[in-house]
């Protein structure tokens, strides 16, 4: 007969690999009716960049049609698209925010 006790008990450790979260680009598009001040205002307020900051990305948005405003986790990005947009239809602007992965 054969017995066995603890010491006959092998565990496996095994290291489990925990992925980051996709990360999300926030964008602003150019329009032809948005103000340039009005996209500096939005900047600073939502996305926490300087006069000096804003304004570089305003003028990418202005020159190539689009700049990014930061890079976030899905369900930020996500708020600030629509703190953006509903920041902008409160205010008569027809500005766009969308948001990409990365």
Known sequence: ???SGPEDVVLEV????????PMFKVILLNDDF???????VVLKTFFSKSQ?????????VHMDGVGVCGVYPN???????????????????PLKCAMEEI
């Not at 948005?34 to 500096?40: A, D, L, S």
């Not at 000096?52 to 990418?60: G, H, N, P, V």
């Open 1 to 3: 007969m054969v017995t």
């Open 14 to 21: 095994k290291k489990s690999k925990i992925k980051p979260p």
């Open 34 to 40: 948005t103000p340039m001040e009005f996209v500096v």
């Open 52 to 60: 000096e900051q804003a304004t570089q990305i305003m003028l990418k």
């Open 75 to 93: 369900d930020v990005a996500v708020t600030k698209v629509k703190q953006v947009v509903t920041f902008a239809m409160k205010h008569q602007h």
